[in-house]
């Protein structure tokens, strides 16, 4: 049981040893309800209808109300503890050992999470943030990726991992490292069909040492280069997408330079 409180209620977070002190109080309930039903109750019924309305009463408005976890606790553990079968065996020694069982399991996982505490938000986010960023500066000199599928799924999963405390901005800057990588992903492609390889790493390696105003300047000339290319030339759909994916990483390079040259390798 602890580690099954520990598995379930985990992922919330901040919100992780609150929400399985509910759990426990629950199932402190739920001892209660269950013994009254099995000793006091359920001896006396003979029918199934009566069976179902012993059991009901405790079921049915835990289950209308299950989404705080006082009331999950009351639908997980109650039939466990209730233990019904064709022959009952109305043991209170086993039931009491039981239901020890089930609260000092769920007690140790709120135990758990009071002496490991998740890190604090502020911590986590710049975590996710440095990673973004770190992962991003691999995109400019590393294999490119055949889409930005891979990029892409990857970052999102840390924008929905960012804390509910992170700022506005925070979450703006990782939106727009997710912004950058896409772009970067798709320029070096088109760079080598249009063999512009060379301006473009300049660019790059400027994003690589946290340099924005430089990587702007020369994300700009690589633009004019573009531009300046013969609207006849096969390719001038891609062209212009090019000189799109440049404005837009632009933008955002100039935006949030603080973000993109934190920890710059000069």
Do not use: C, K
Request: glycine fraction near 8%; aromatic fraction near 8%; charged fraction near 15%.
């Amino acid at each position: 049981m602890p580690r099954g409180a520990v598995i379930l209620f985990s992922p919330r977070g901040d919100q992780a040893y609150a929400t399985t002190m509910s759990f426990m109080v629950g199932t402190g309930l739920t001892v209660a309800f269950a013994a009254i039903v099995e000793f006091a109750v359920l001896p006396g019924v003979t029918t199934f209808a009566g069976f179902s309305l012993a059991i009901g009463l405790v079921l049915v408005p835990a289950g209308a109300f299950m989404a705080p976890a006082m009331f999950a606790a009351m639908t997980i553990t109650f039939v466990p503890l209730l233990a019904a079968a064709n022959q009952m065996s109305y043991d209170t020694q086993q039931f009491y050992n039981s239901a020890l069982a089930i609260v000092a399991g769920v007690g140790a996982a709120a135990l758990a999470f009071r002496l490991l505490p998740p890190l604090p938000p502020a911590l986590r986010t710049r975590r996710l943030l440095a990673l973004t960023l770190r992962d991003l500066r691999r995109l400019t000199t590393g294999p490119i990726p055949r889409t930005a599928n891979d990029w892409e799924g990857r970052t999102y999963s840390r924008l929905s991992a960012l804390p509910e405390e992170a700022e506005p901005l925070q979450r703006a800057q990782l939106l727009a490292a997710i912004s950058v990588g896409t772009e970067i992903i798709r320029l070096r492609g088109i760079a080598r069909r249009f063999d512009l390889d060379v301006e473009l790493d300049a660019a790059l390696d400027a994003v690589a040492r946290g340099d924005s105003s430089v990587a702007t300047e020369r994300l700009g000339r690589l633009d004019r280069i573009l531009a300046a290319l013969p609207s006849a030339r096969p390719g001038a759909w891609v062209r212009l997408r090019a000189r799109g994916s440049i404005l837009a990483m632009s933008e955002a390079l100039a935006q949030h330079a603080a973000y993109f040259n934190s920890g710059a390798v000069r």
